[in-house]
């Protein structure tokens, strides 16, 4: 190899590393945020459903989008705050009182507060974790493992 080609190969290894990471990215995207996503779900006994409806979209050059389109999914990720709840009323088509199952037997009332709920917040977990950070690490050193390798071509 001459000088020129040499300088020319050195000059383009950014825009060469860019491409590999395009290439790459999703692959290294499943592996080291959506699969660990889904791994934690599964650990902490989340539904199958939602623990599916997770995947990565890639959304342009450069970029992805970690995507749950789950019915449900703001109020697992978030949670929801208190609430009171009434029965409808004959007049409405339903009854008076409400009727639920709580510890084994069945109690009957005119109102209940139930406690909110505080989401399960797992993009918050996976950054904790260290899942995007670990994806960038090794999206980077792929590329570098891939440059250092061309360069011996």
Avoid at 85 to 105: C, I, M, S
């Amino acid at each position: 190899m001459d000088f020129n080609t040499a300088m020319l190969r050195l000059q383009s290894a950014p825009t060469r590393a860019l491409d590999w990471i395009e290439t790459h990215k999703m692959n290294y995207a499943i592996k080291y945020i959506l699969d660990p996503i889904r791994d934690l779900q599964t650990s902490r006994g989340h539904a199958q459903s939602v623990i599916d409806s997770w995947h990565v979209n890639n959304t342009g050059y450069l970029q992805l989008e970690l995507v749950n389109d789950h019915e449900y999914i703001d109020l697992l990720e978030y949670g929801w705050g208190d609430y009171d709840v009434y029965p409808l009323g004959k007049e409405n088509g339903g009854a008076d009182t409400l009727k639920f199952h709580w510890r084994g037997q069945w109690h009957f009332s005119k109102h209940t507060h139930p406690r909110g709920f505080k989401g399960y917040h797992i993009v918050n977990s996976a950054e904790n974790f260290g899942f995007f950070e670990r994806f960038l690490n090794a999206l980077i050193d792929g590329a570098n493992r891939w440059l250092q390798e061309a360069r011996l071509r």
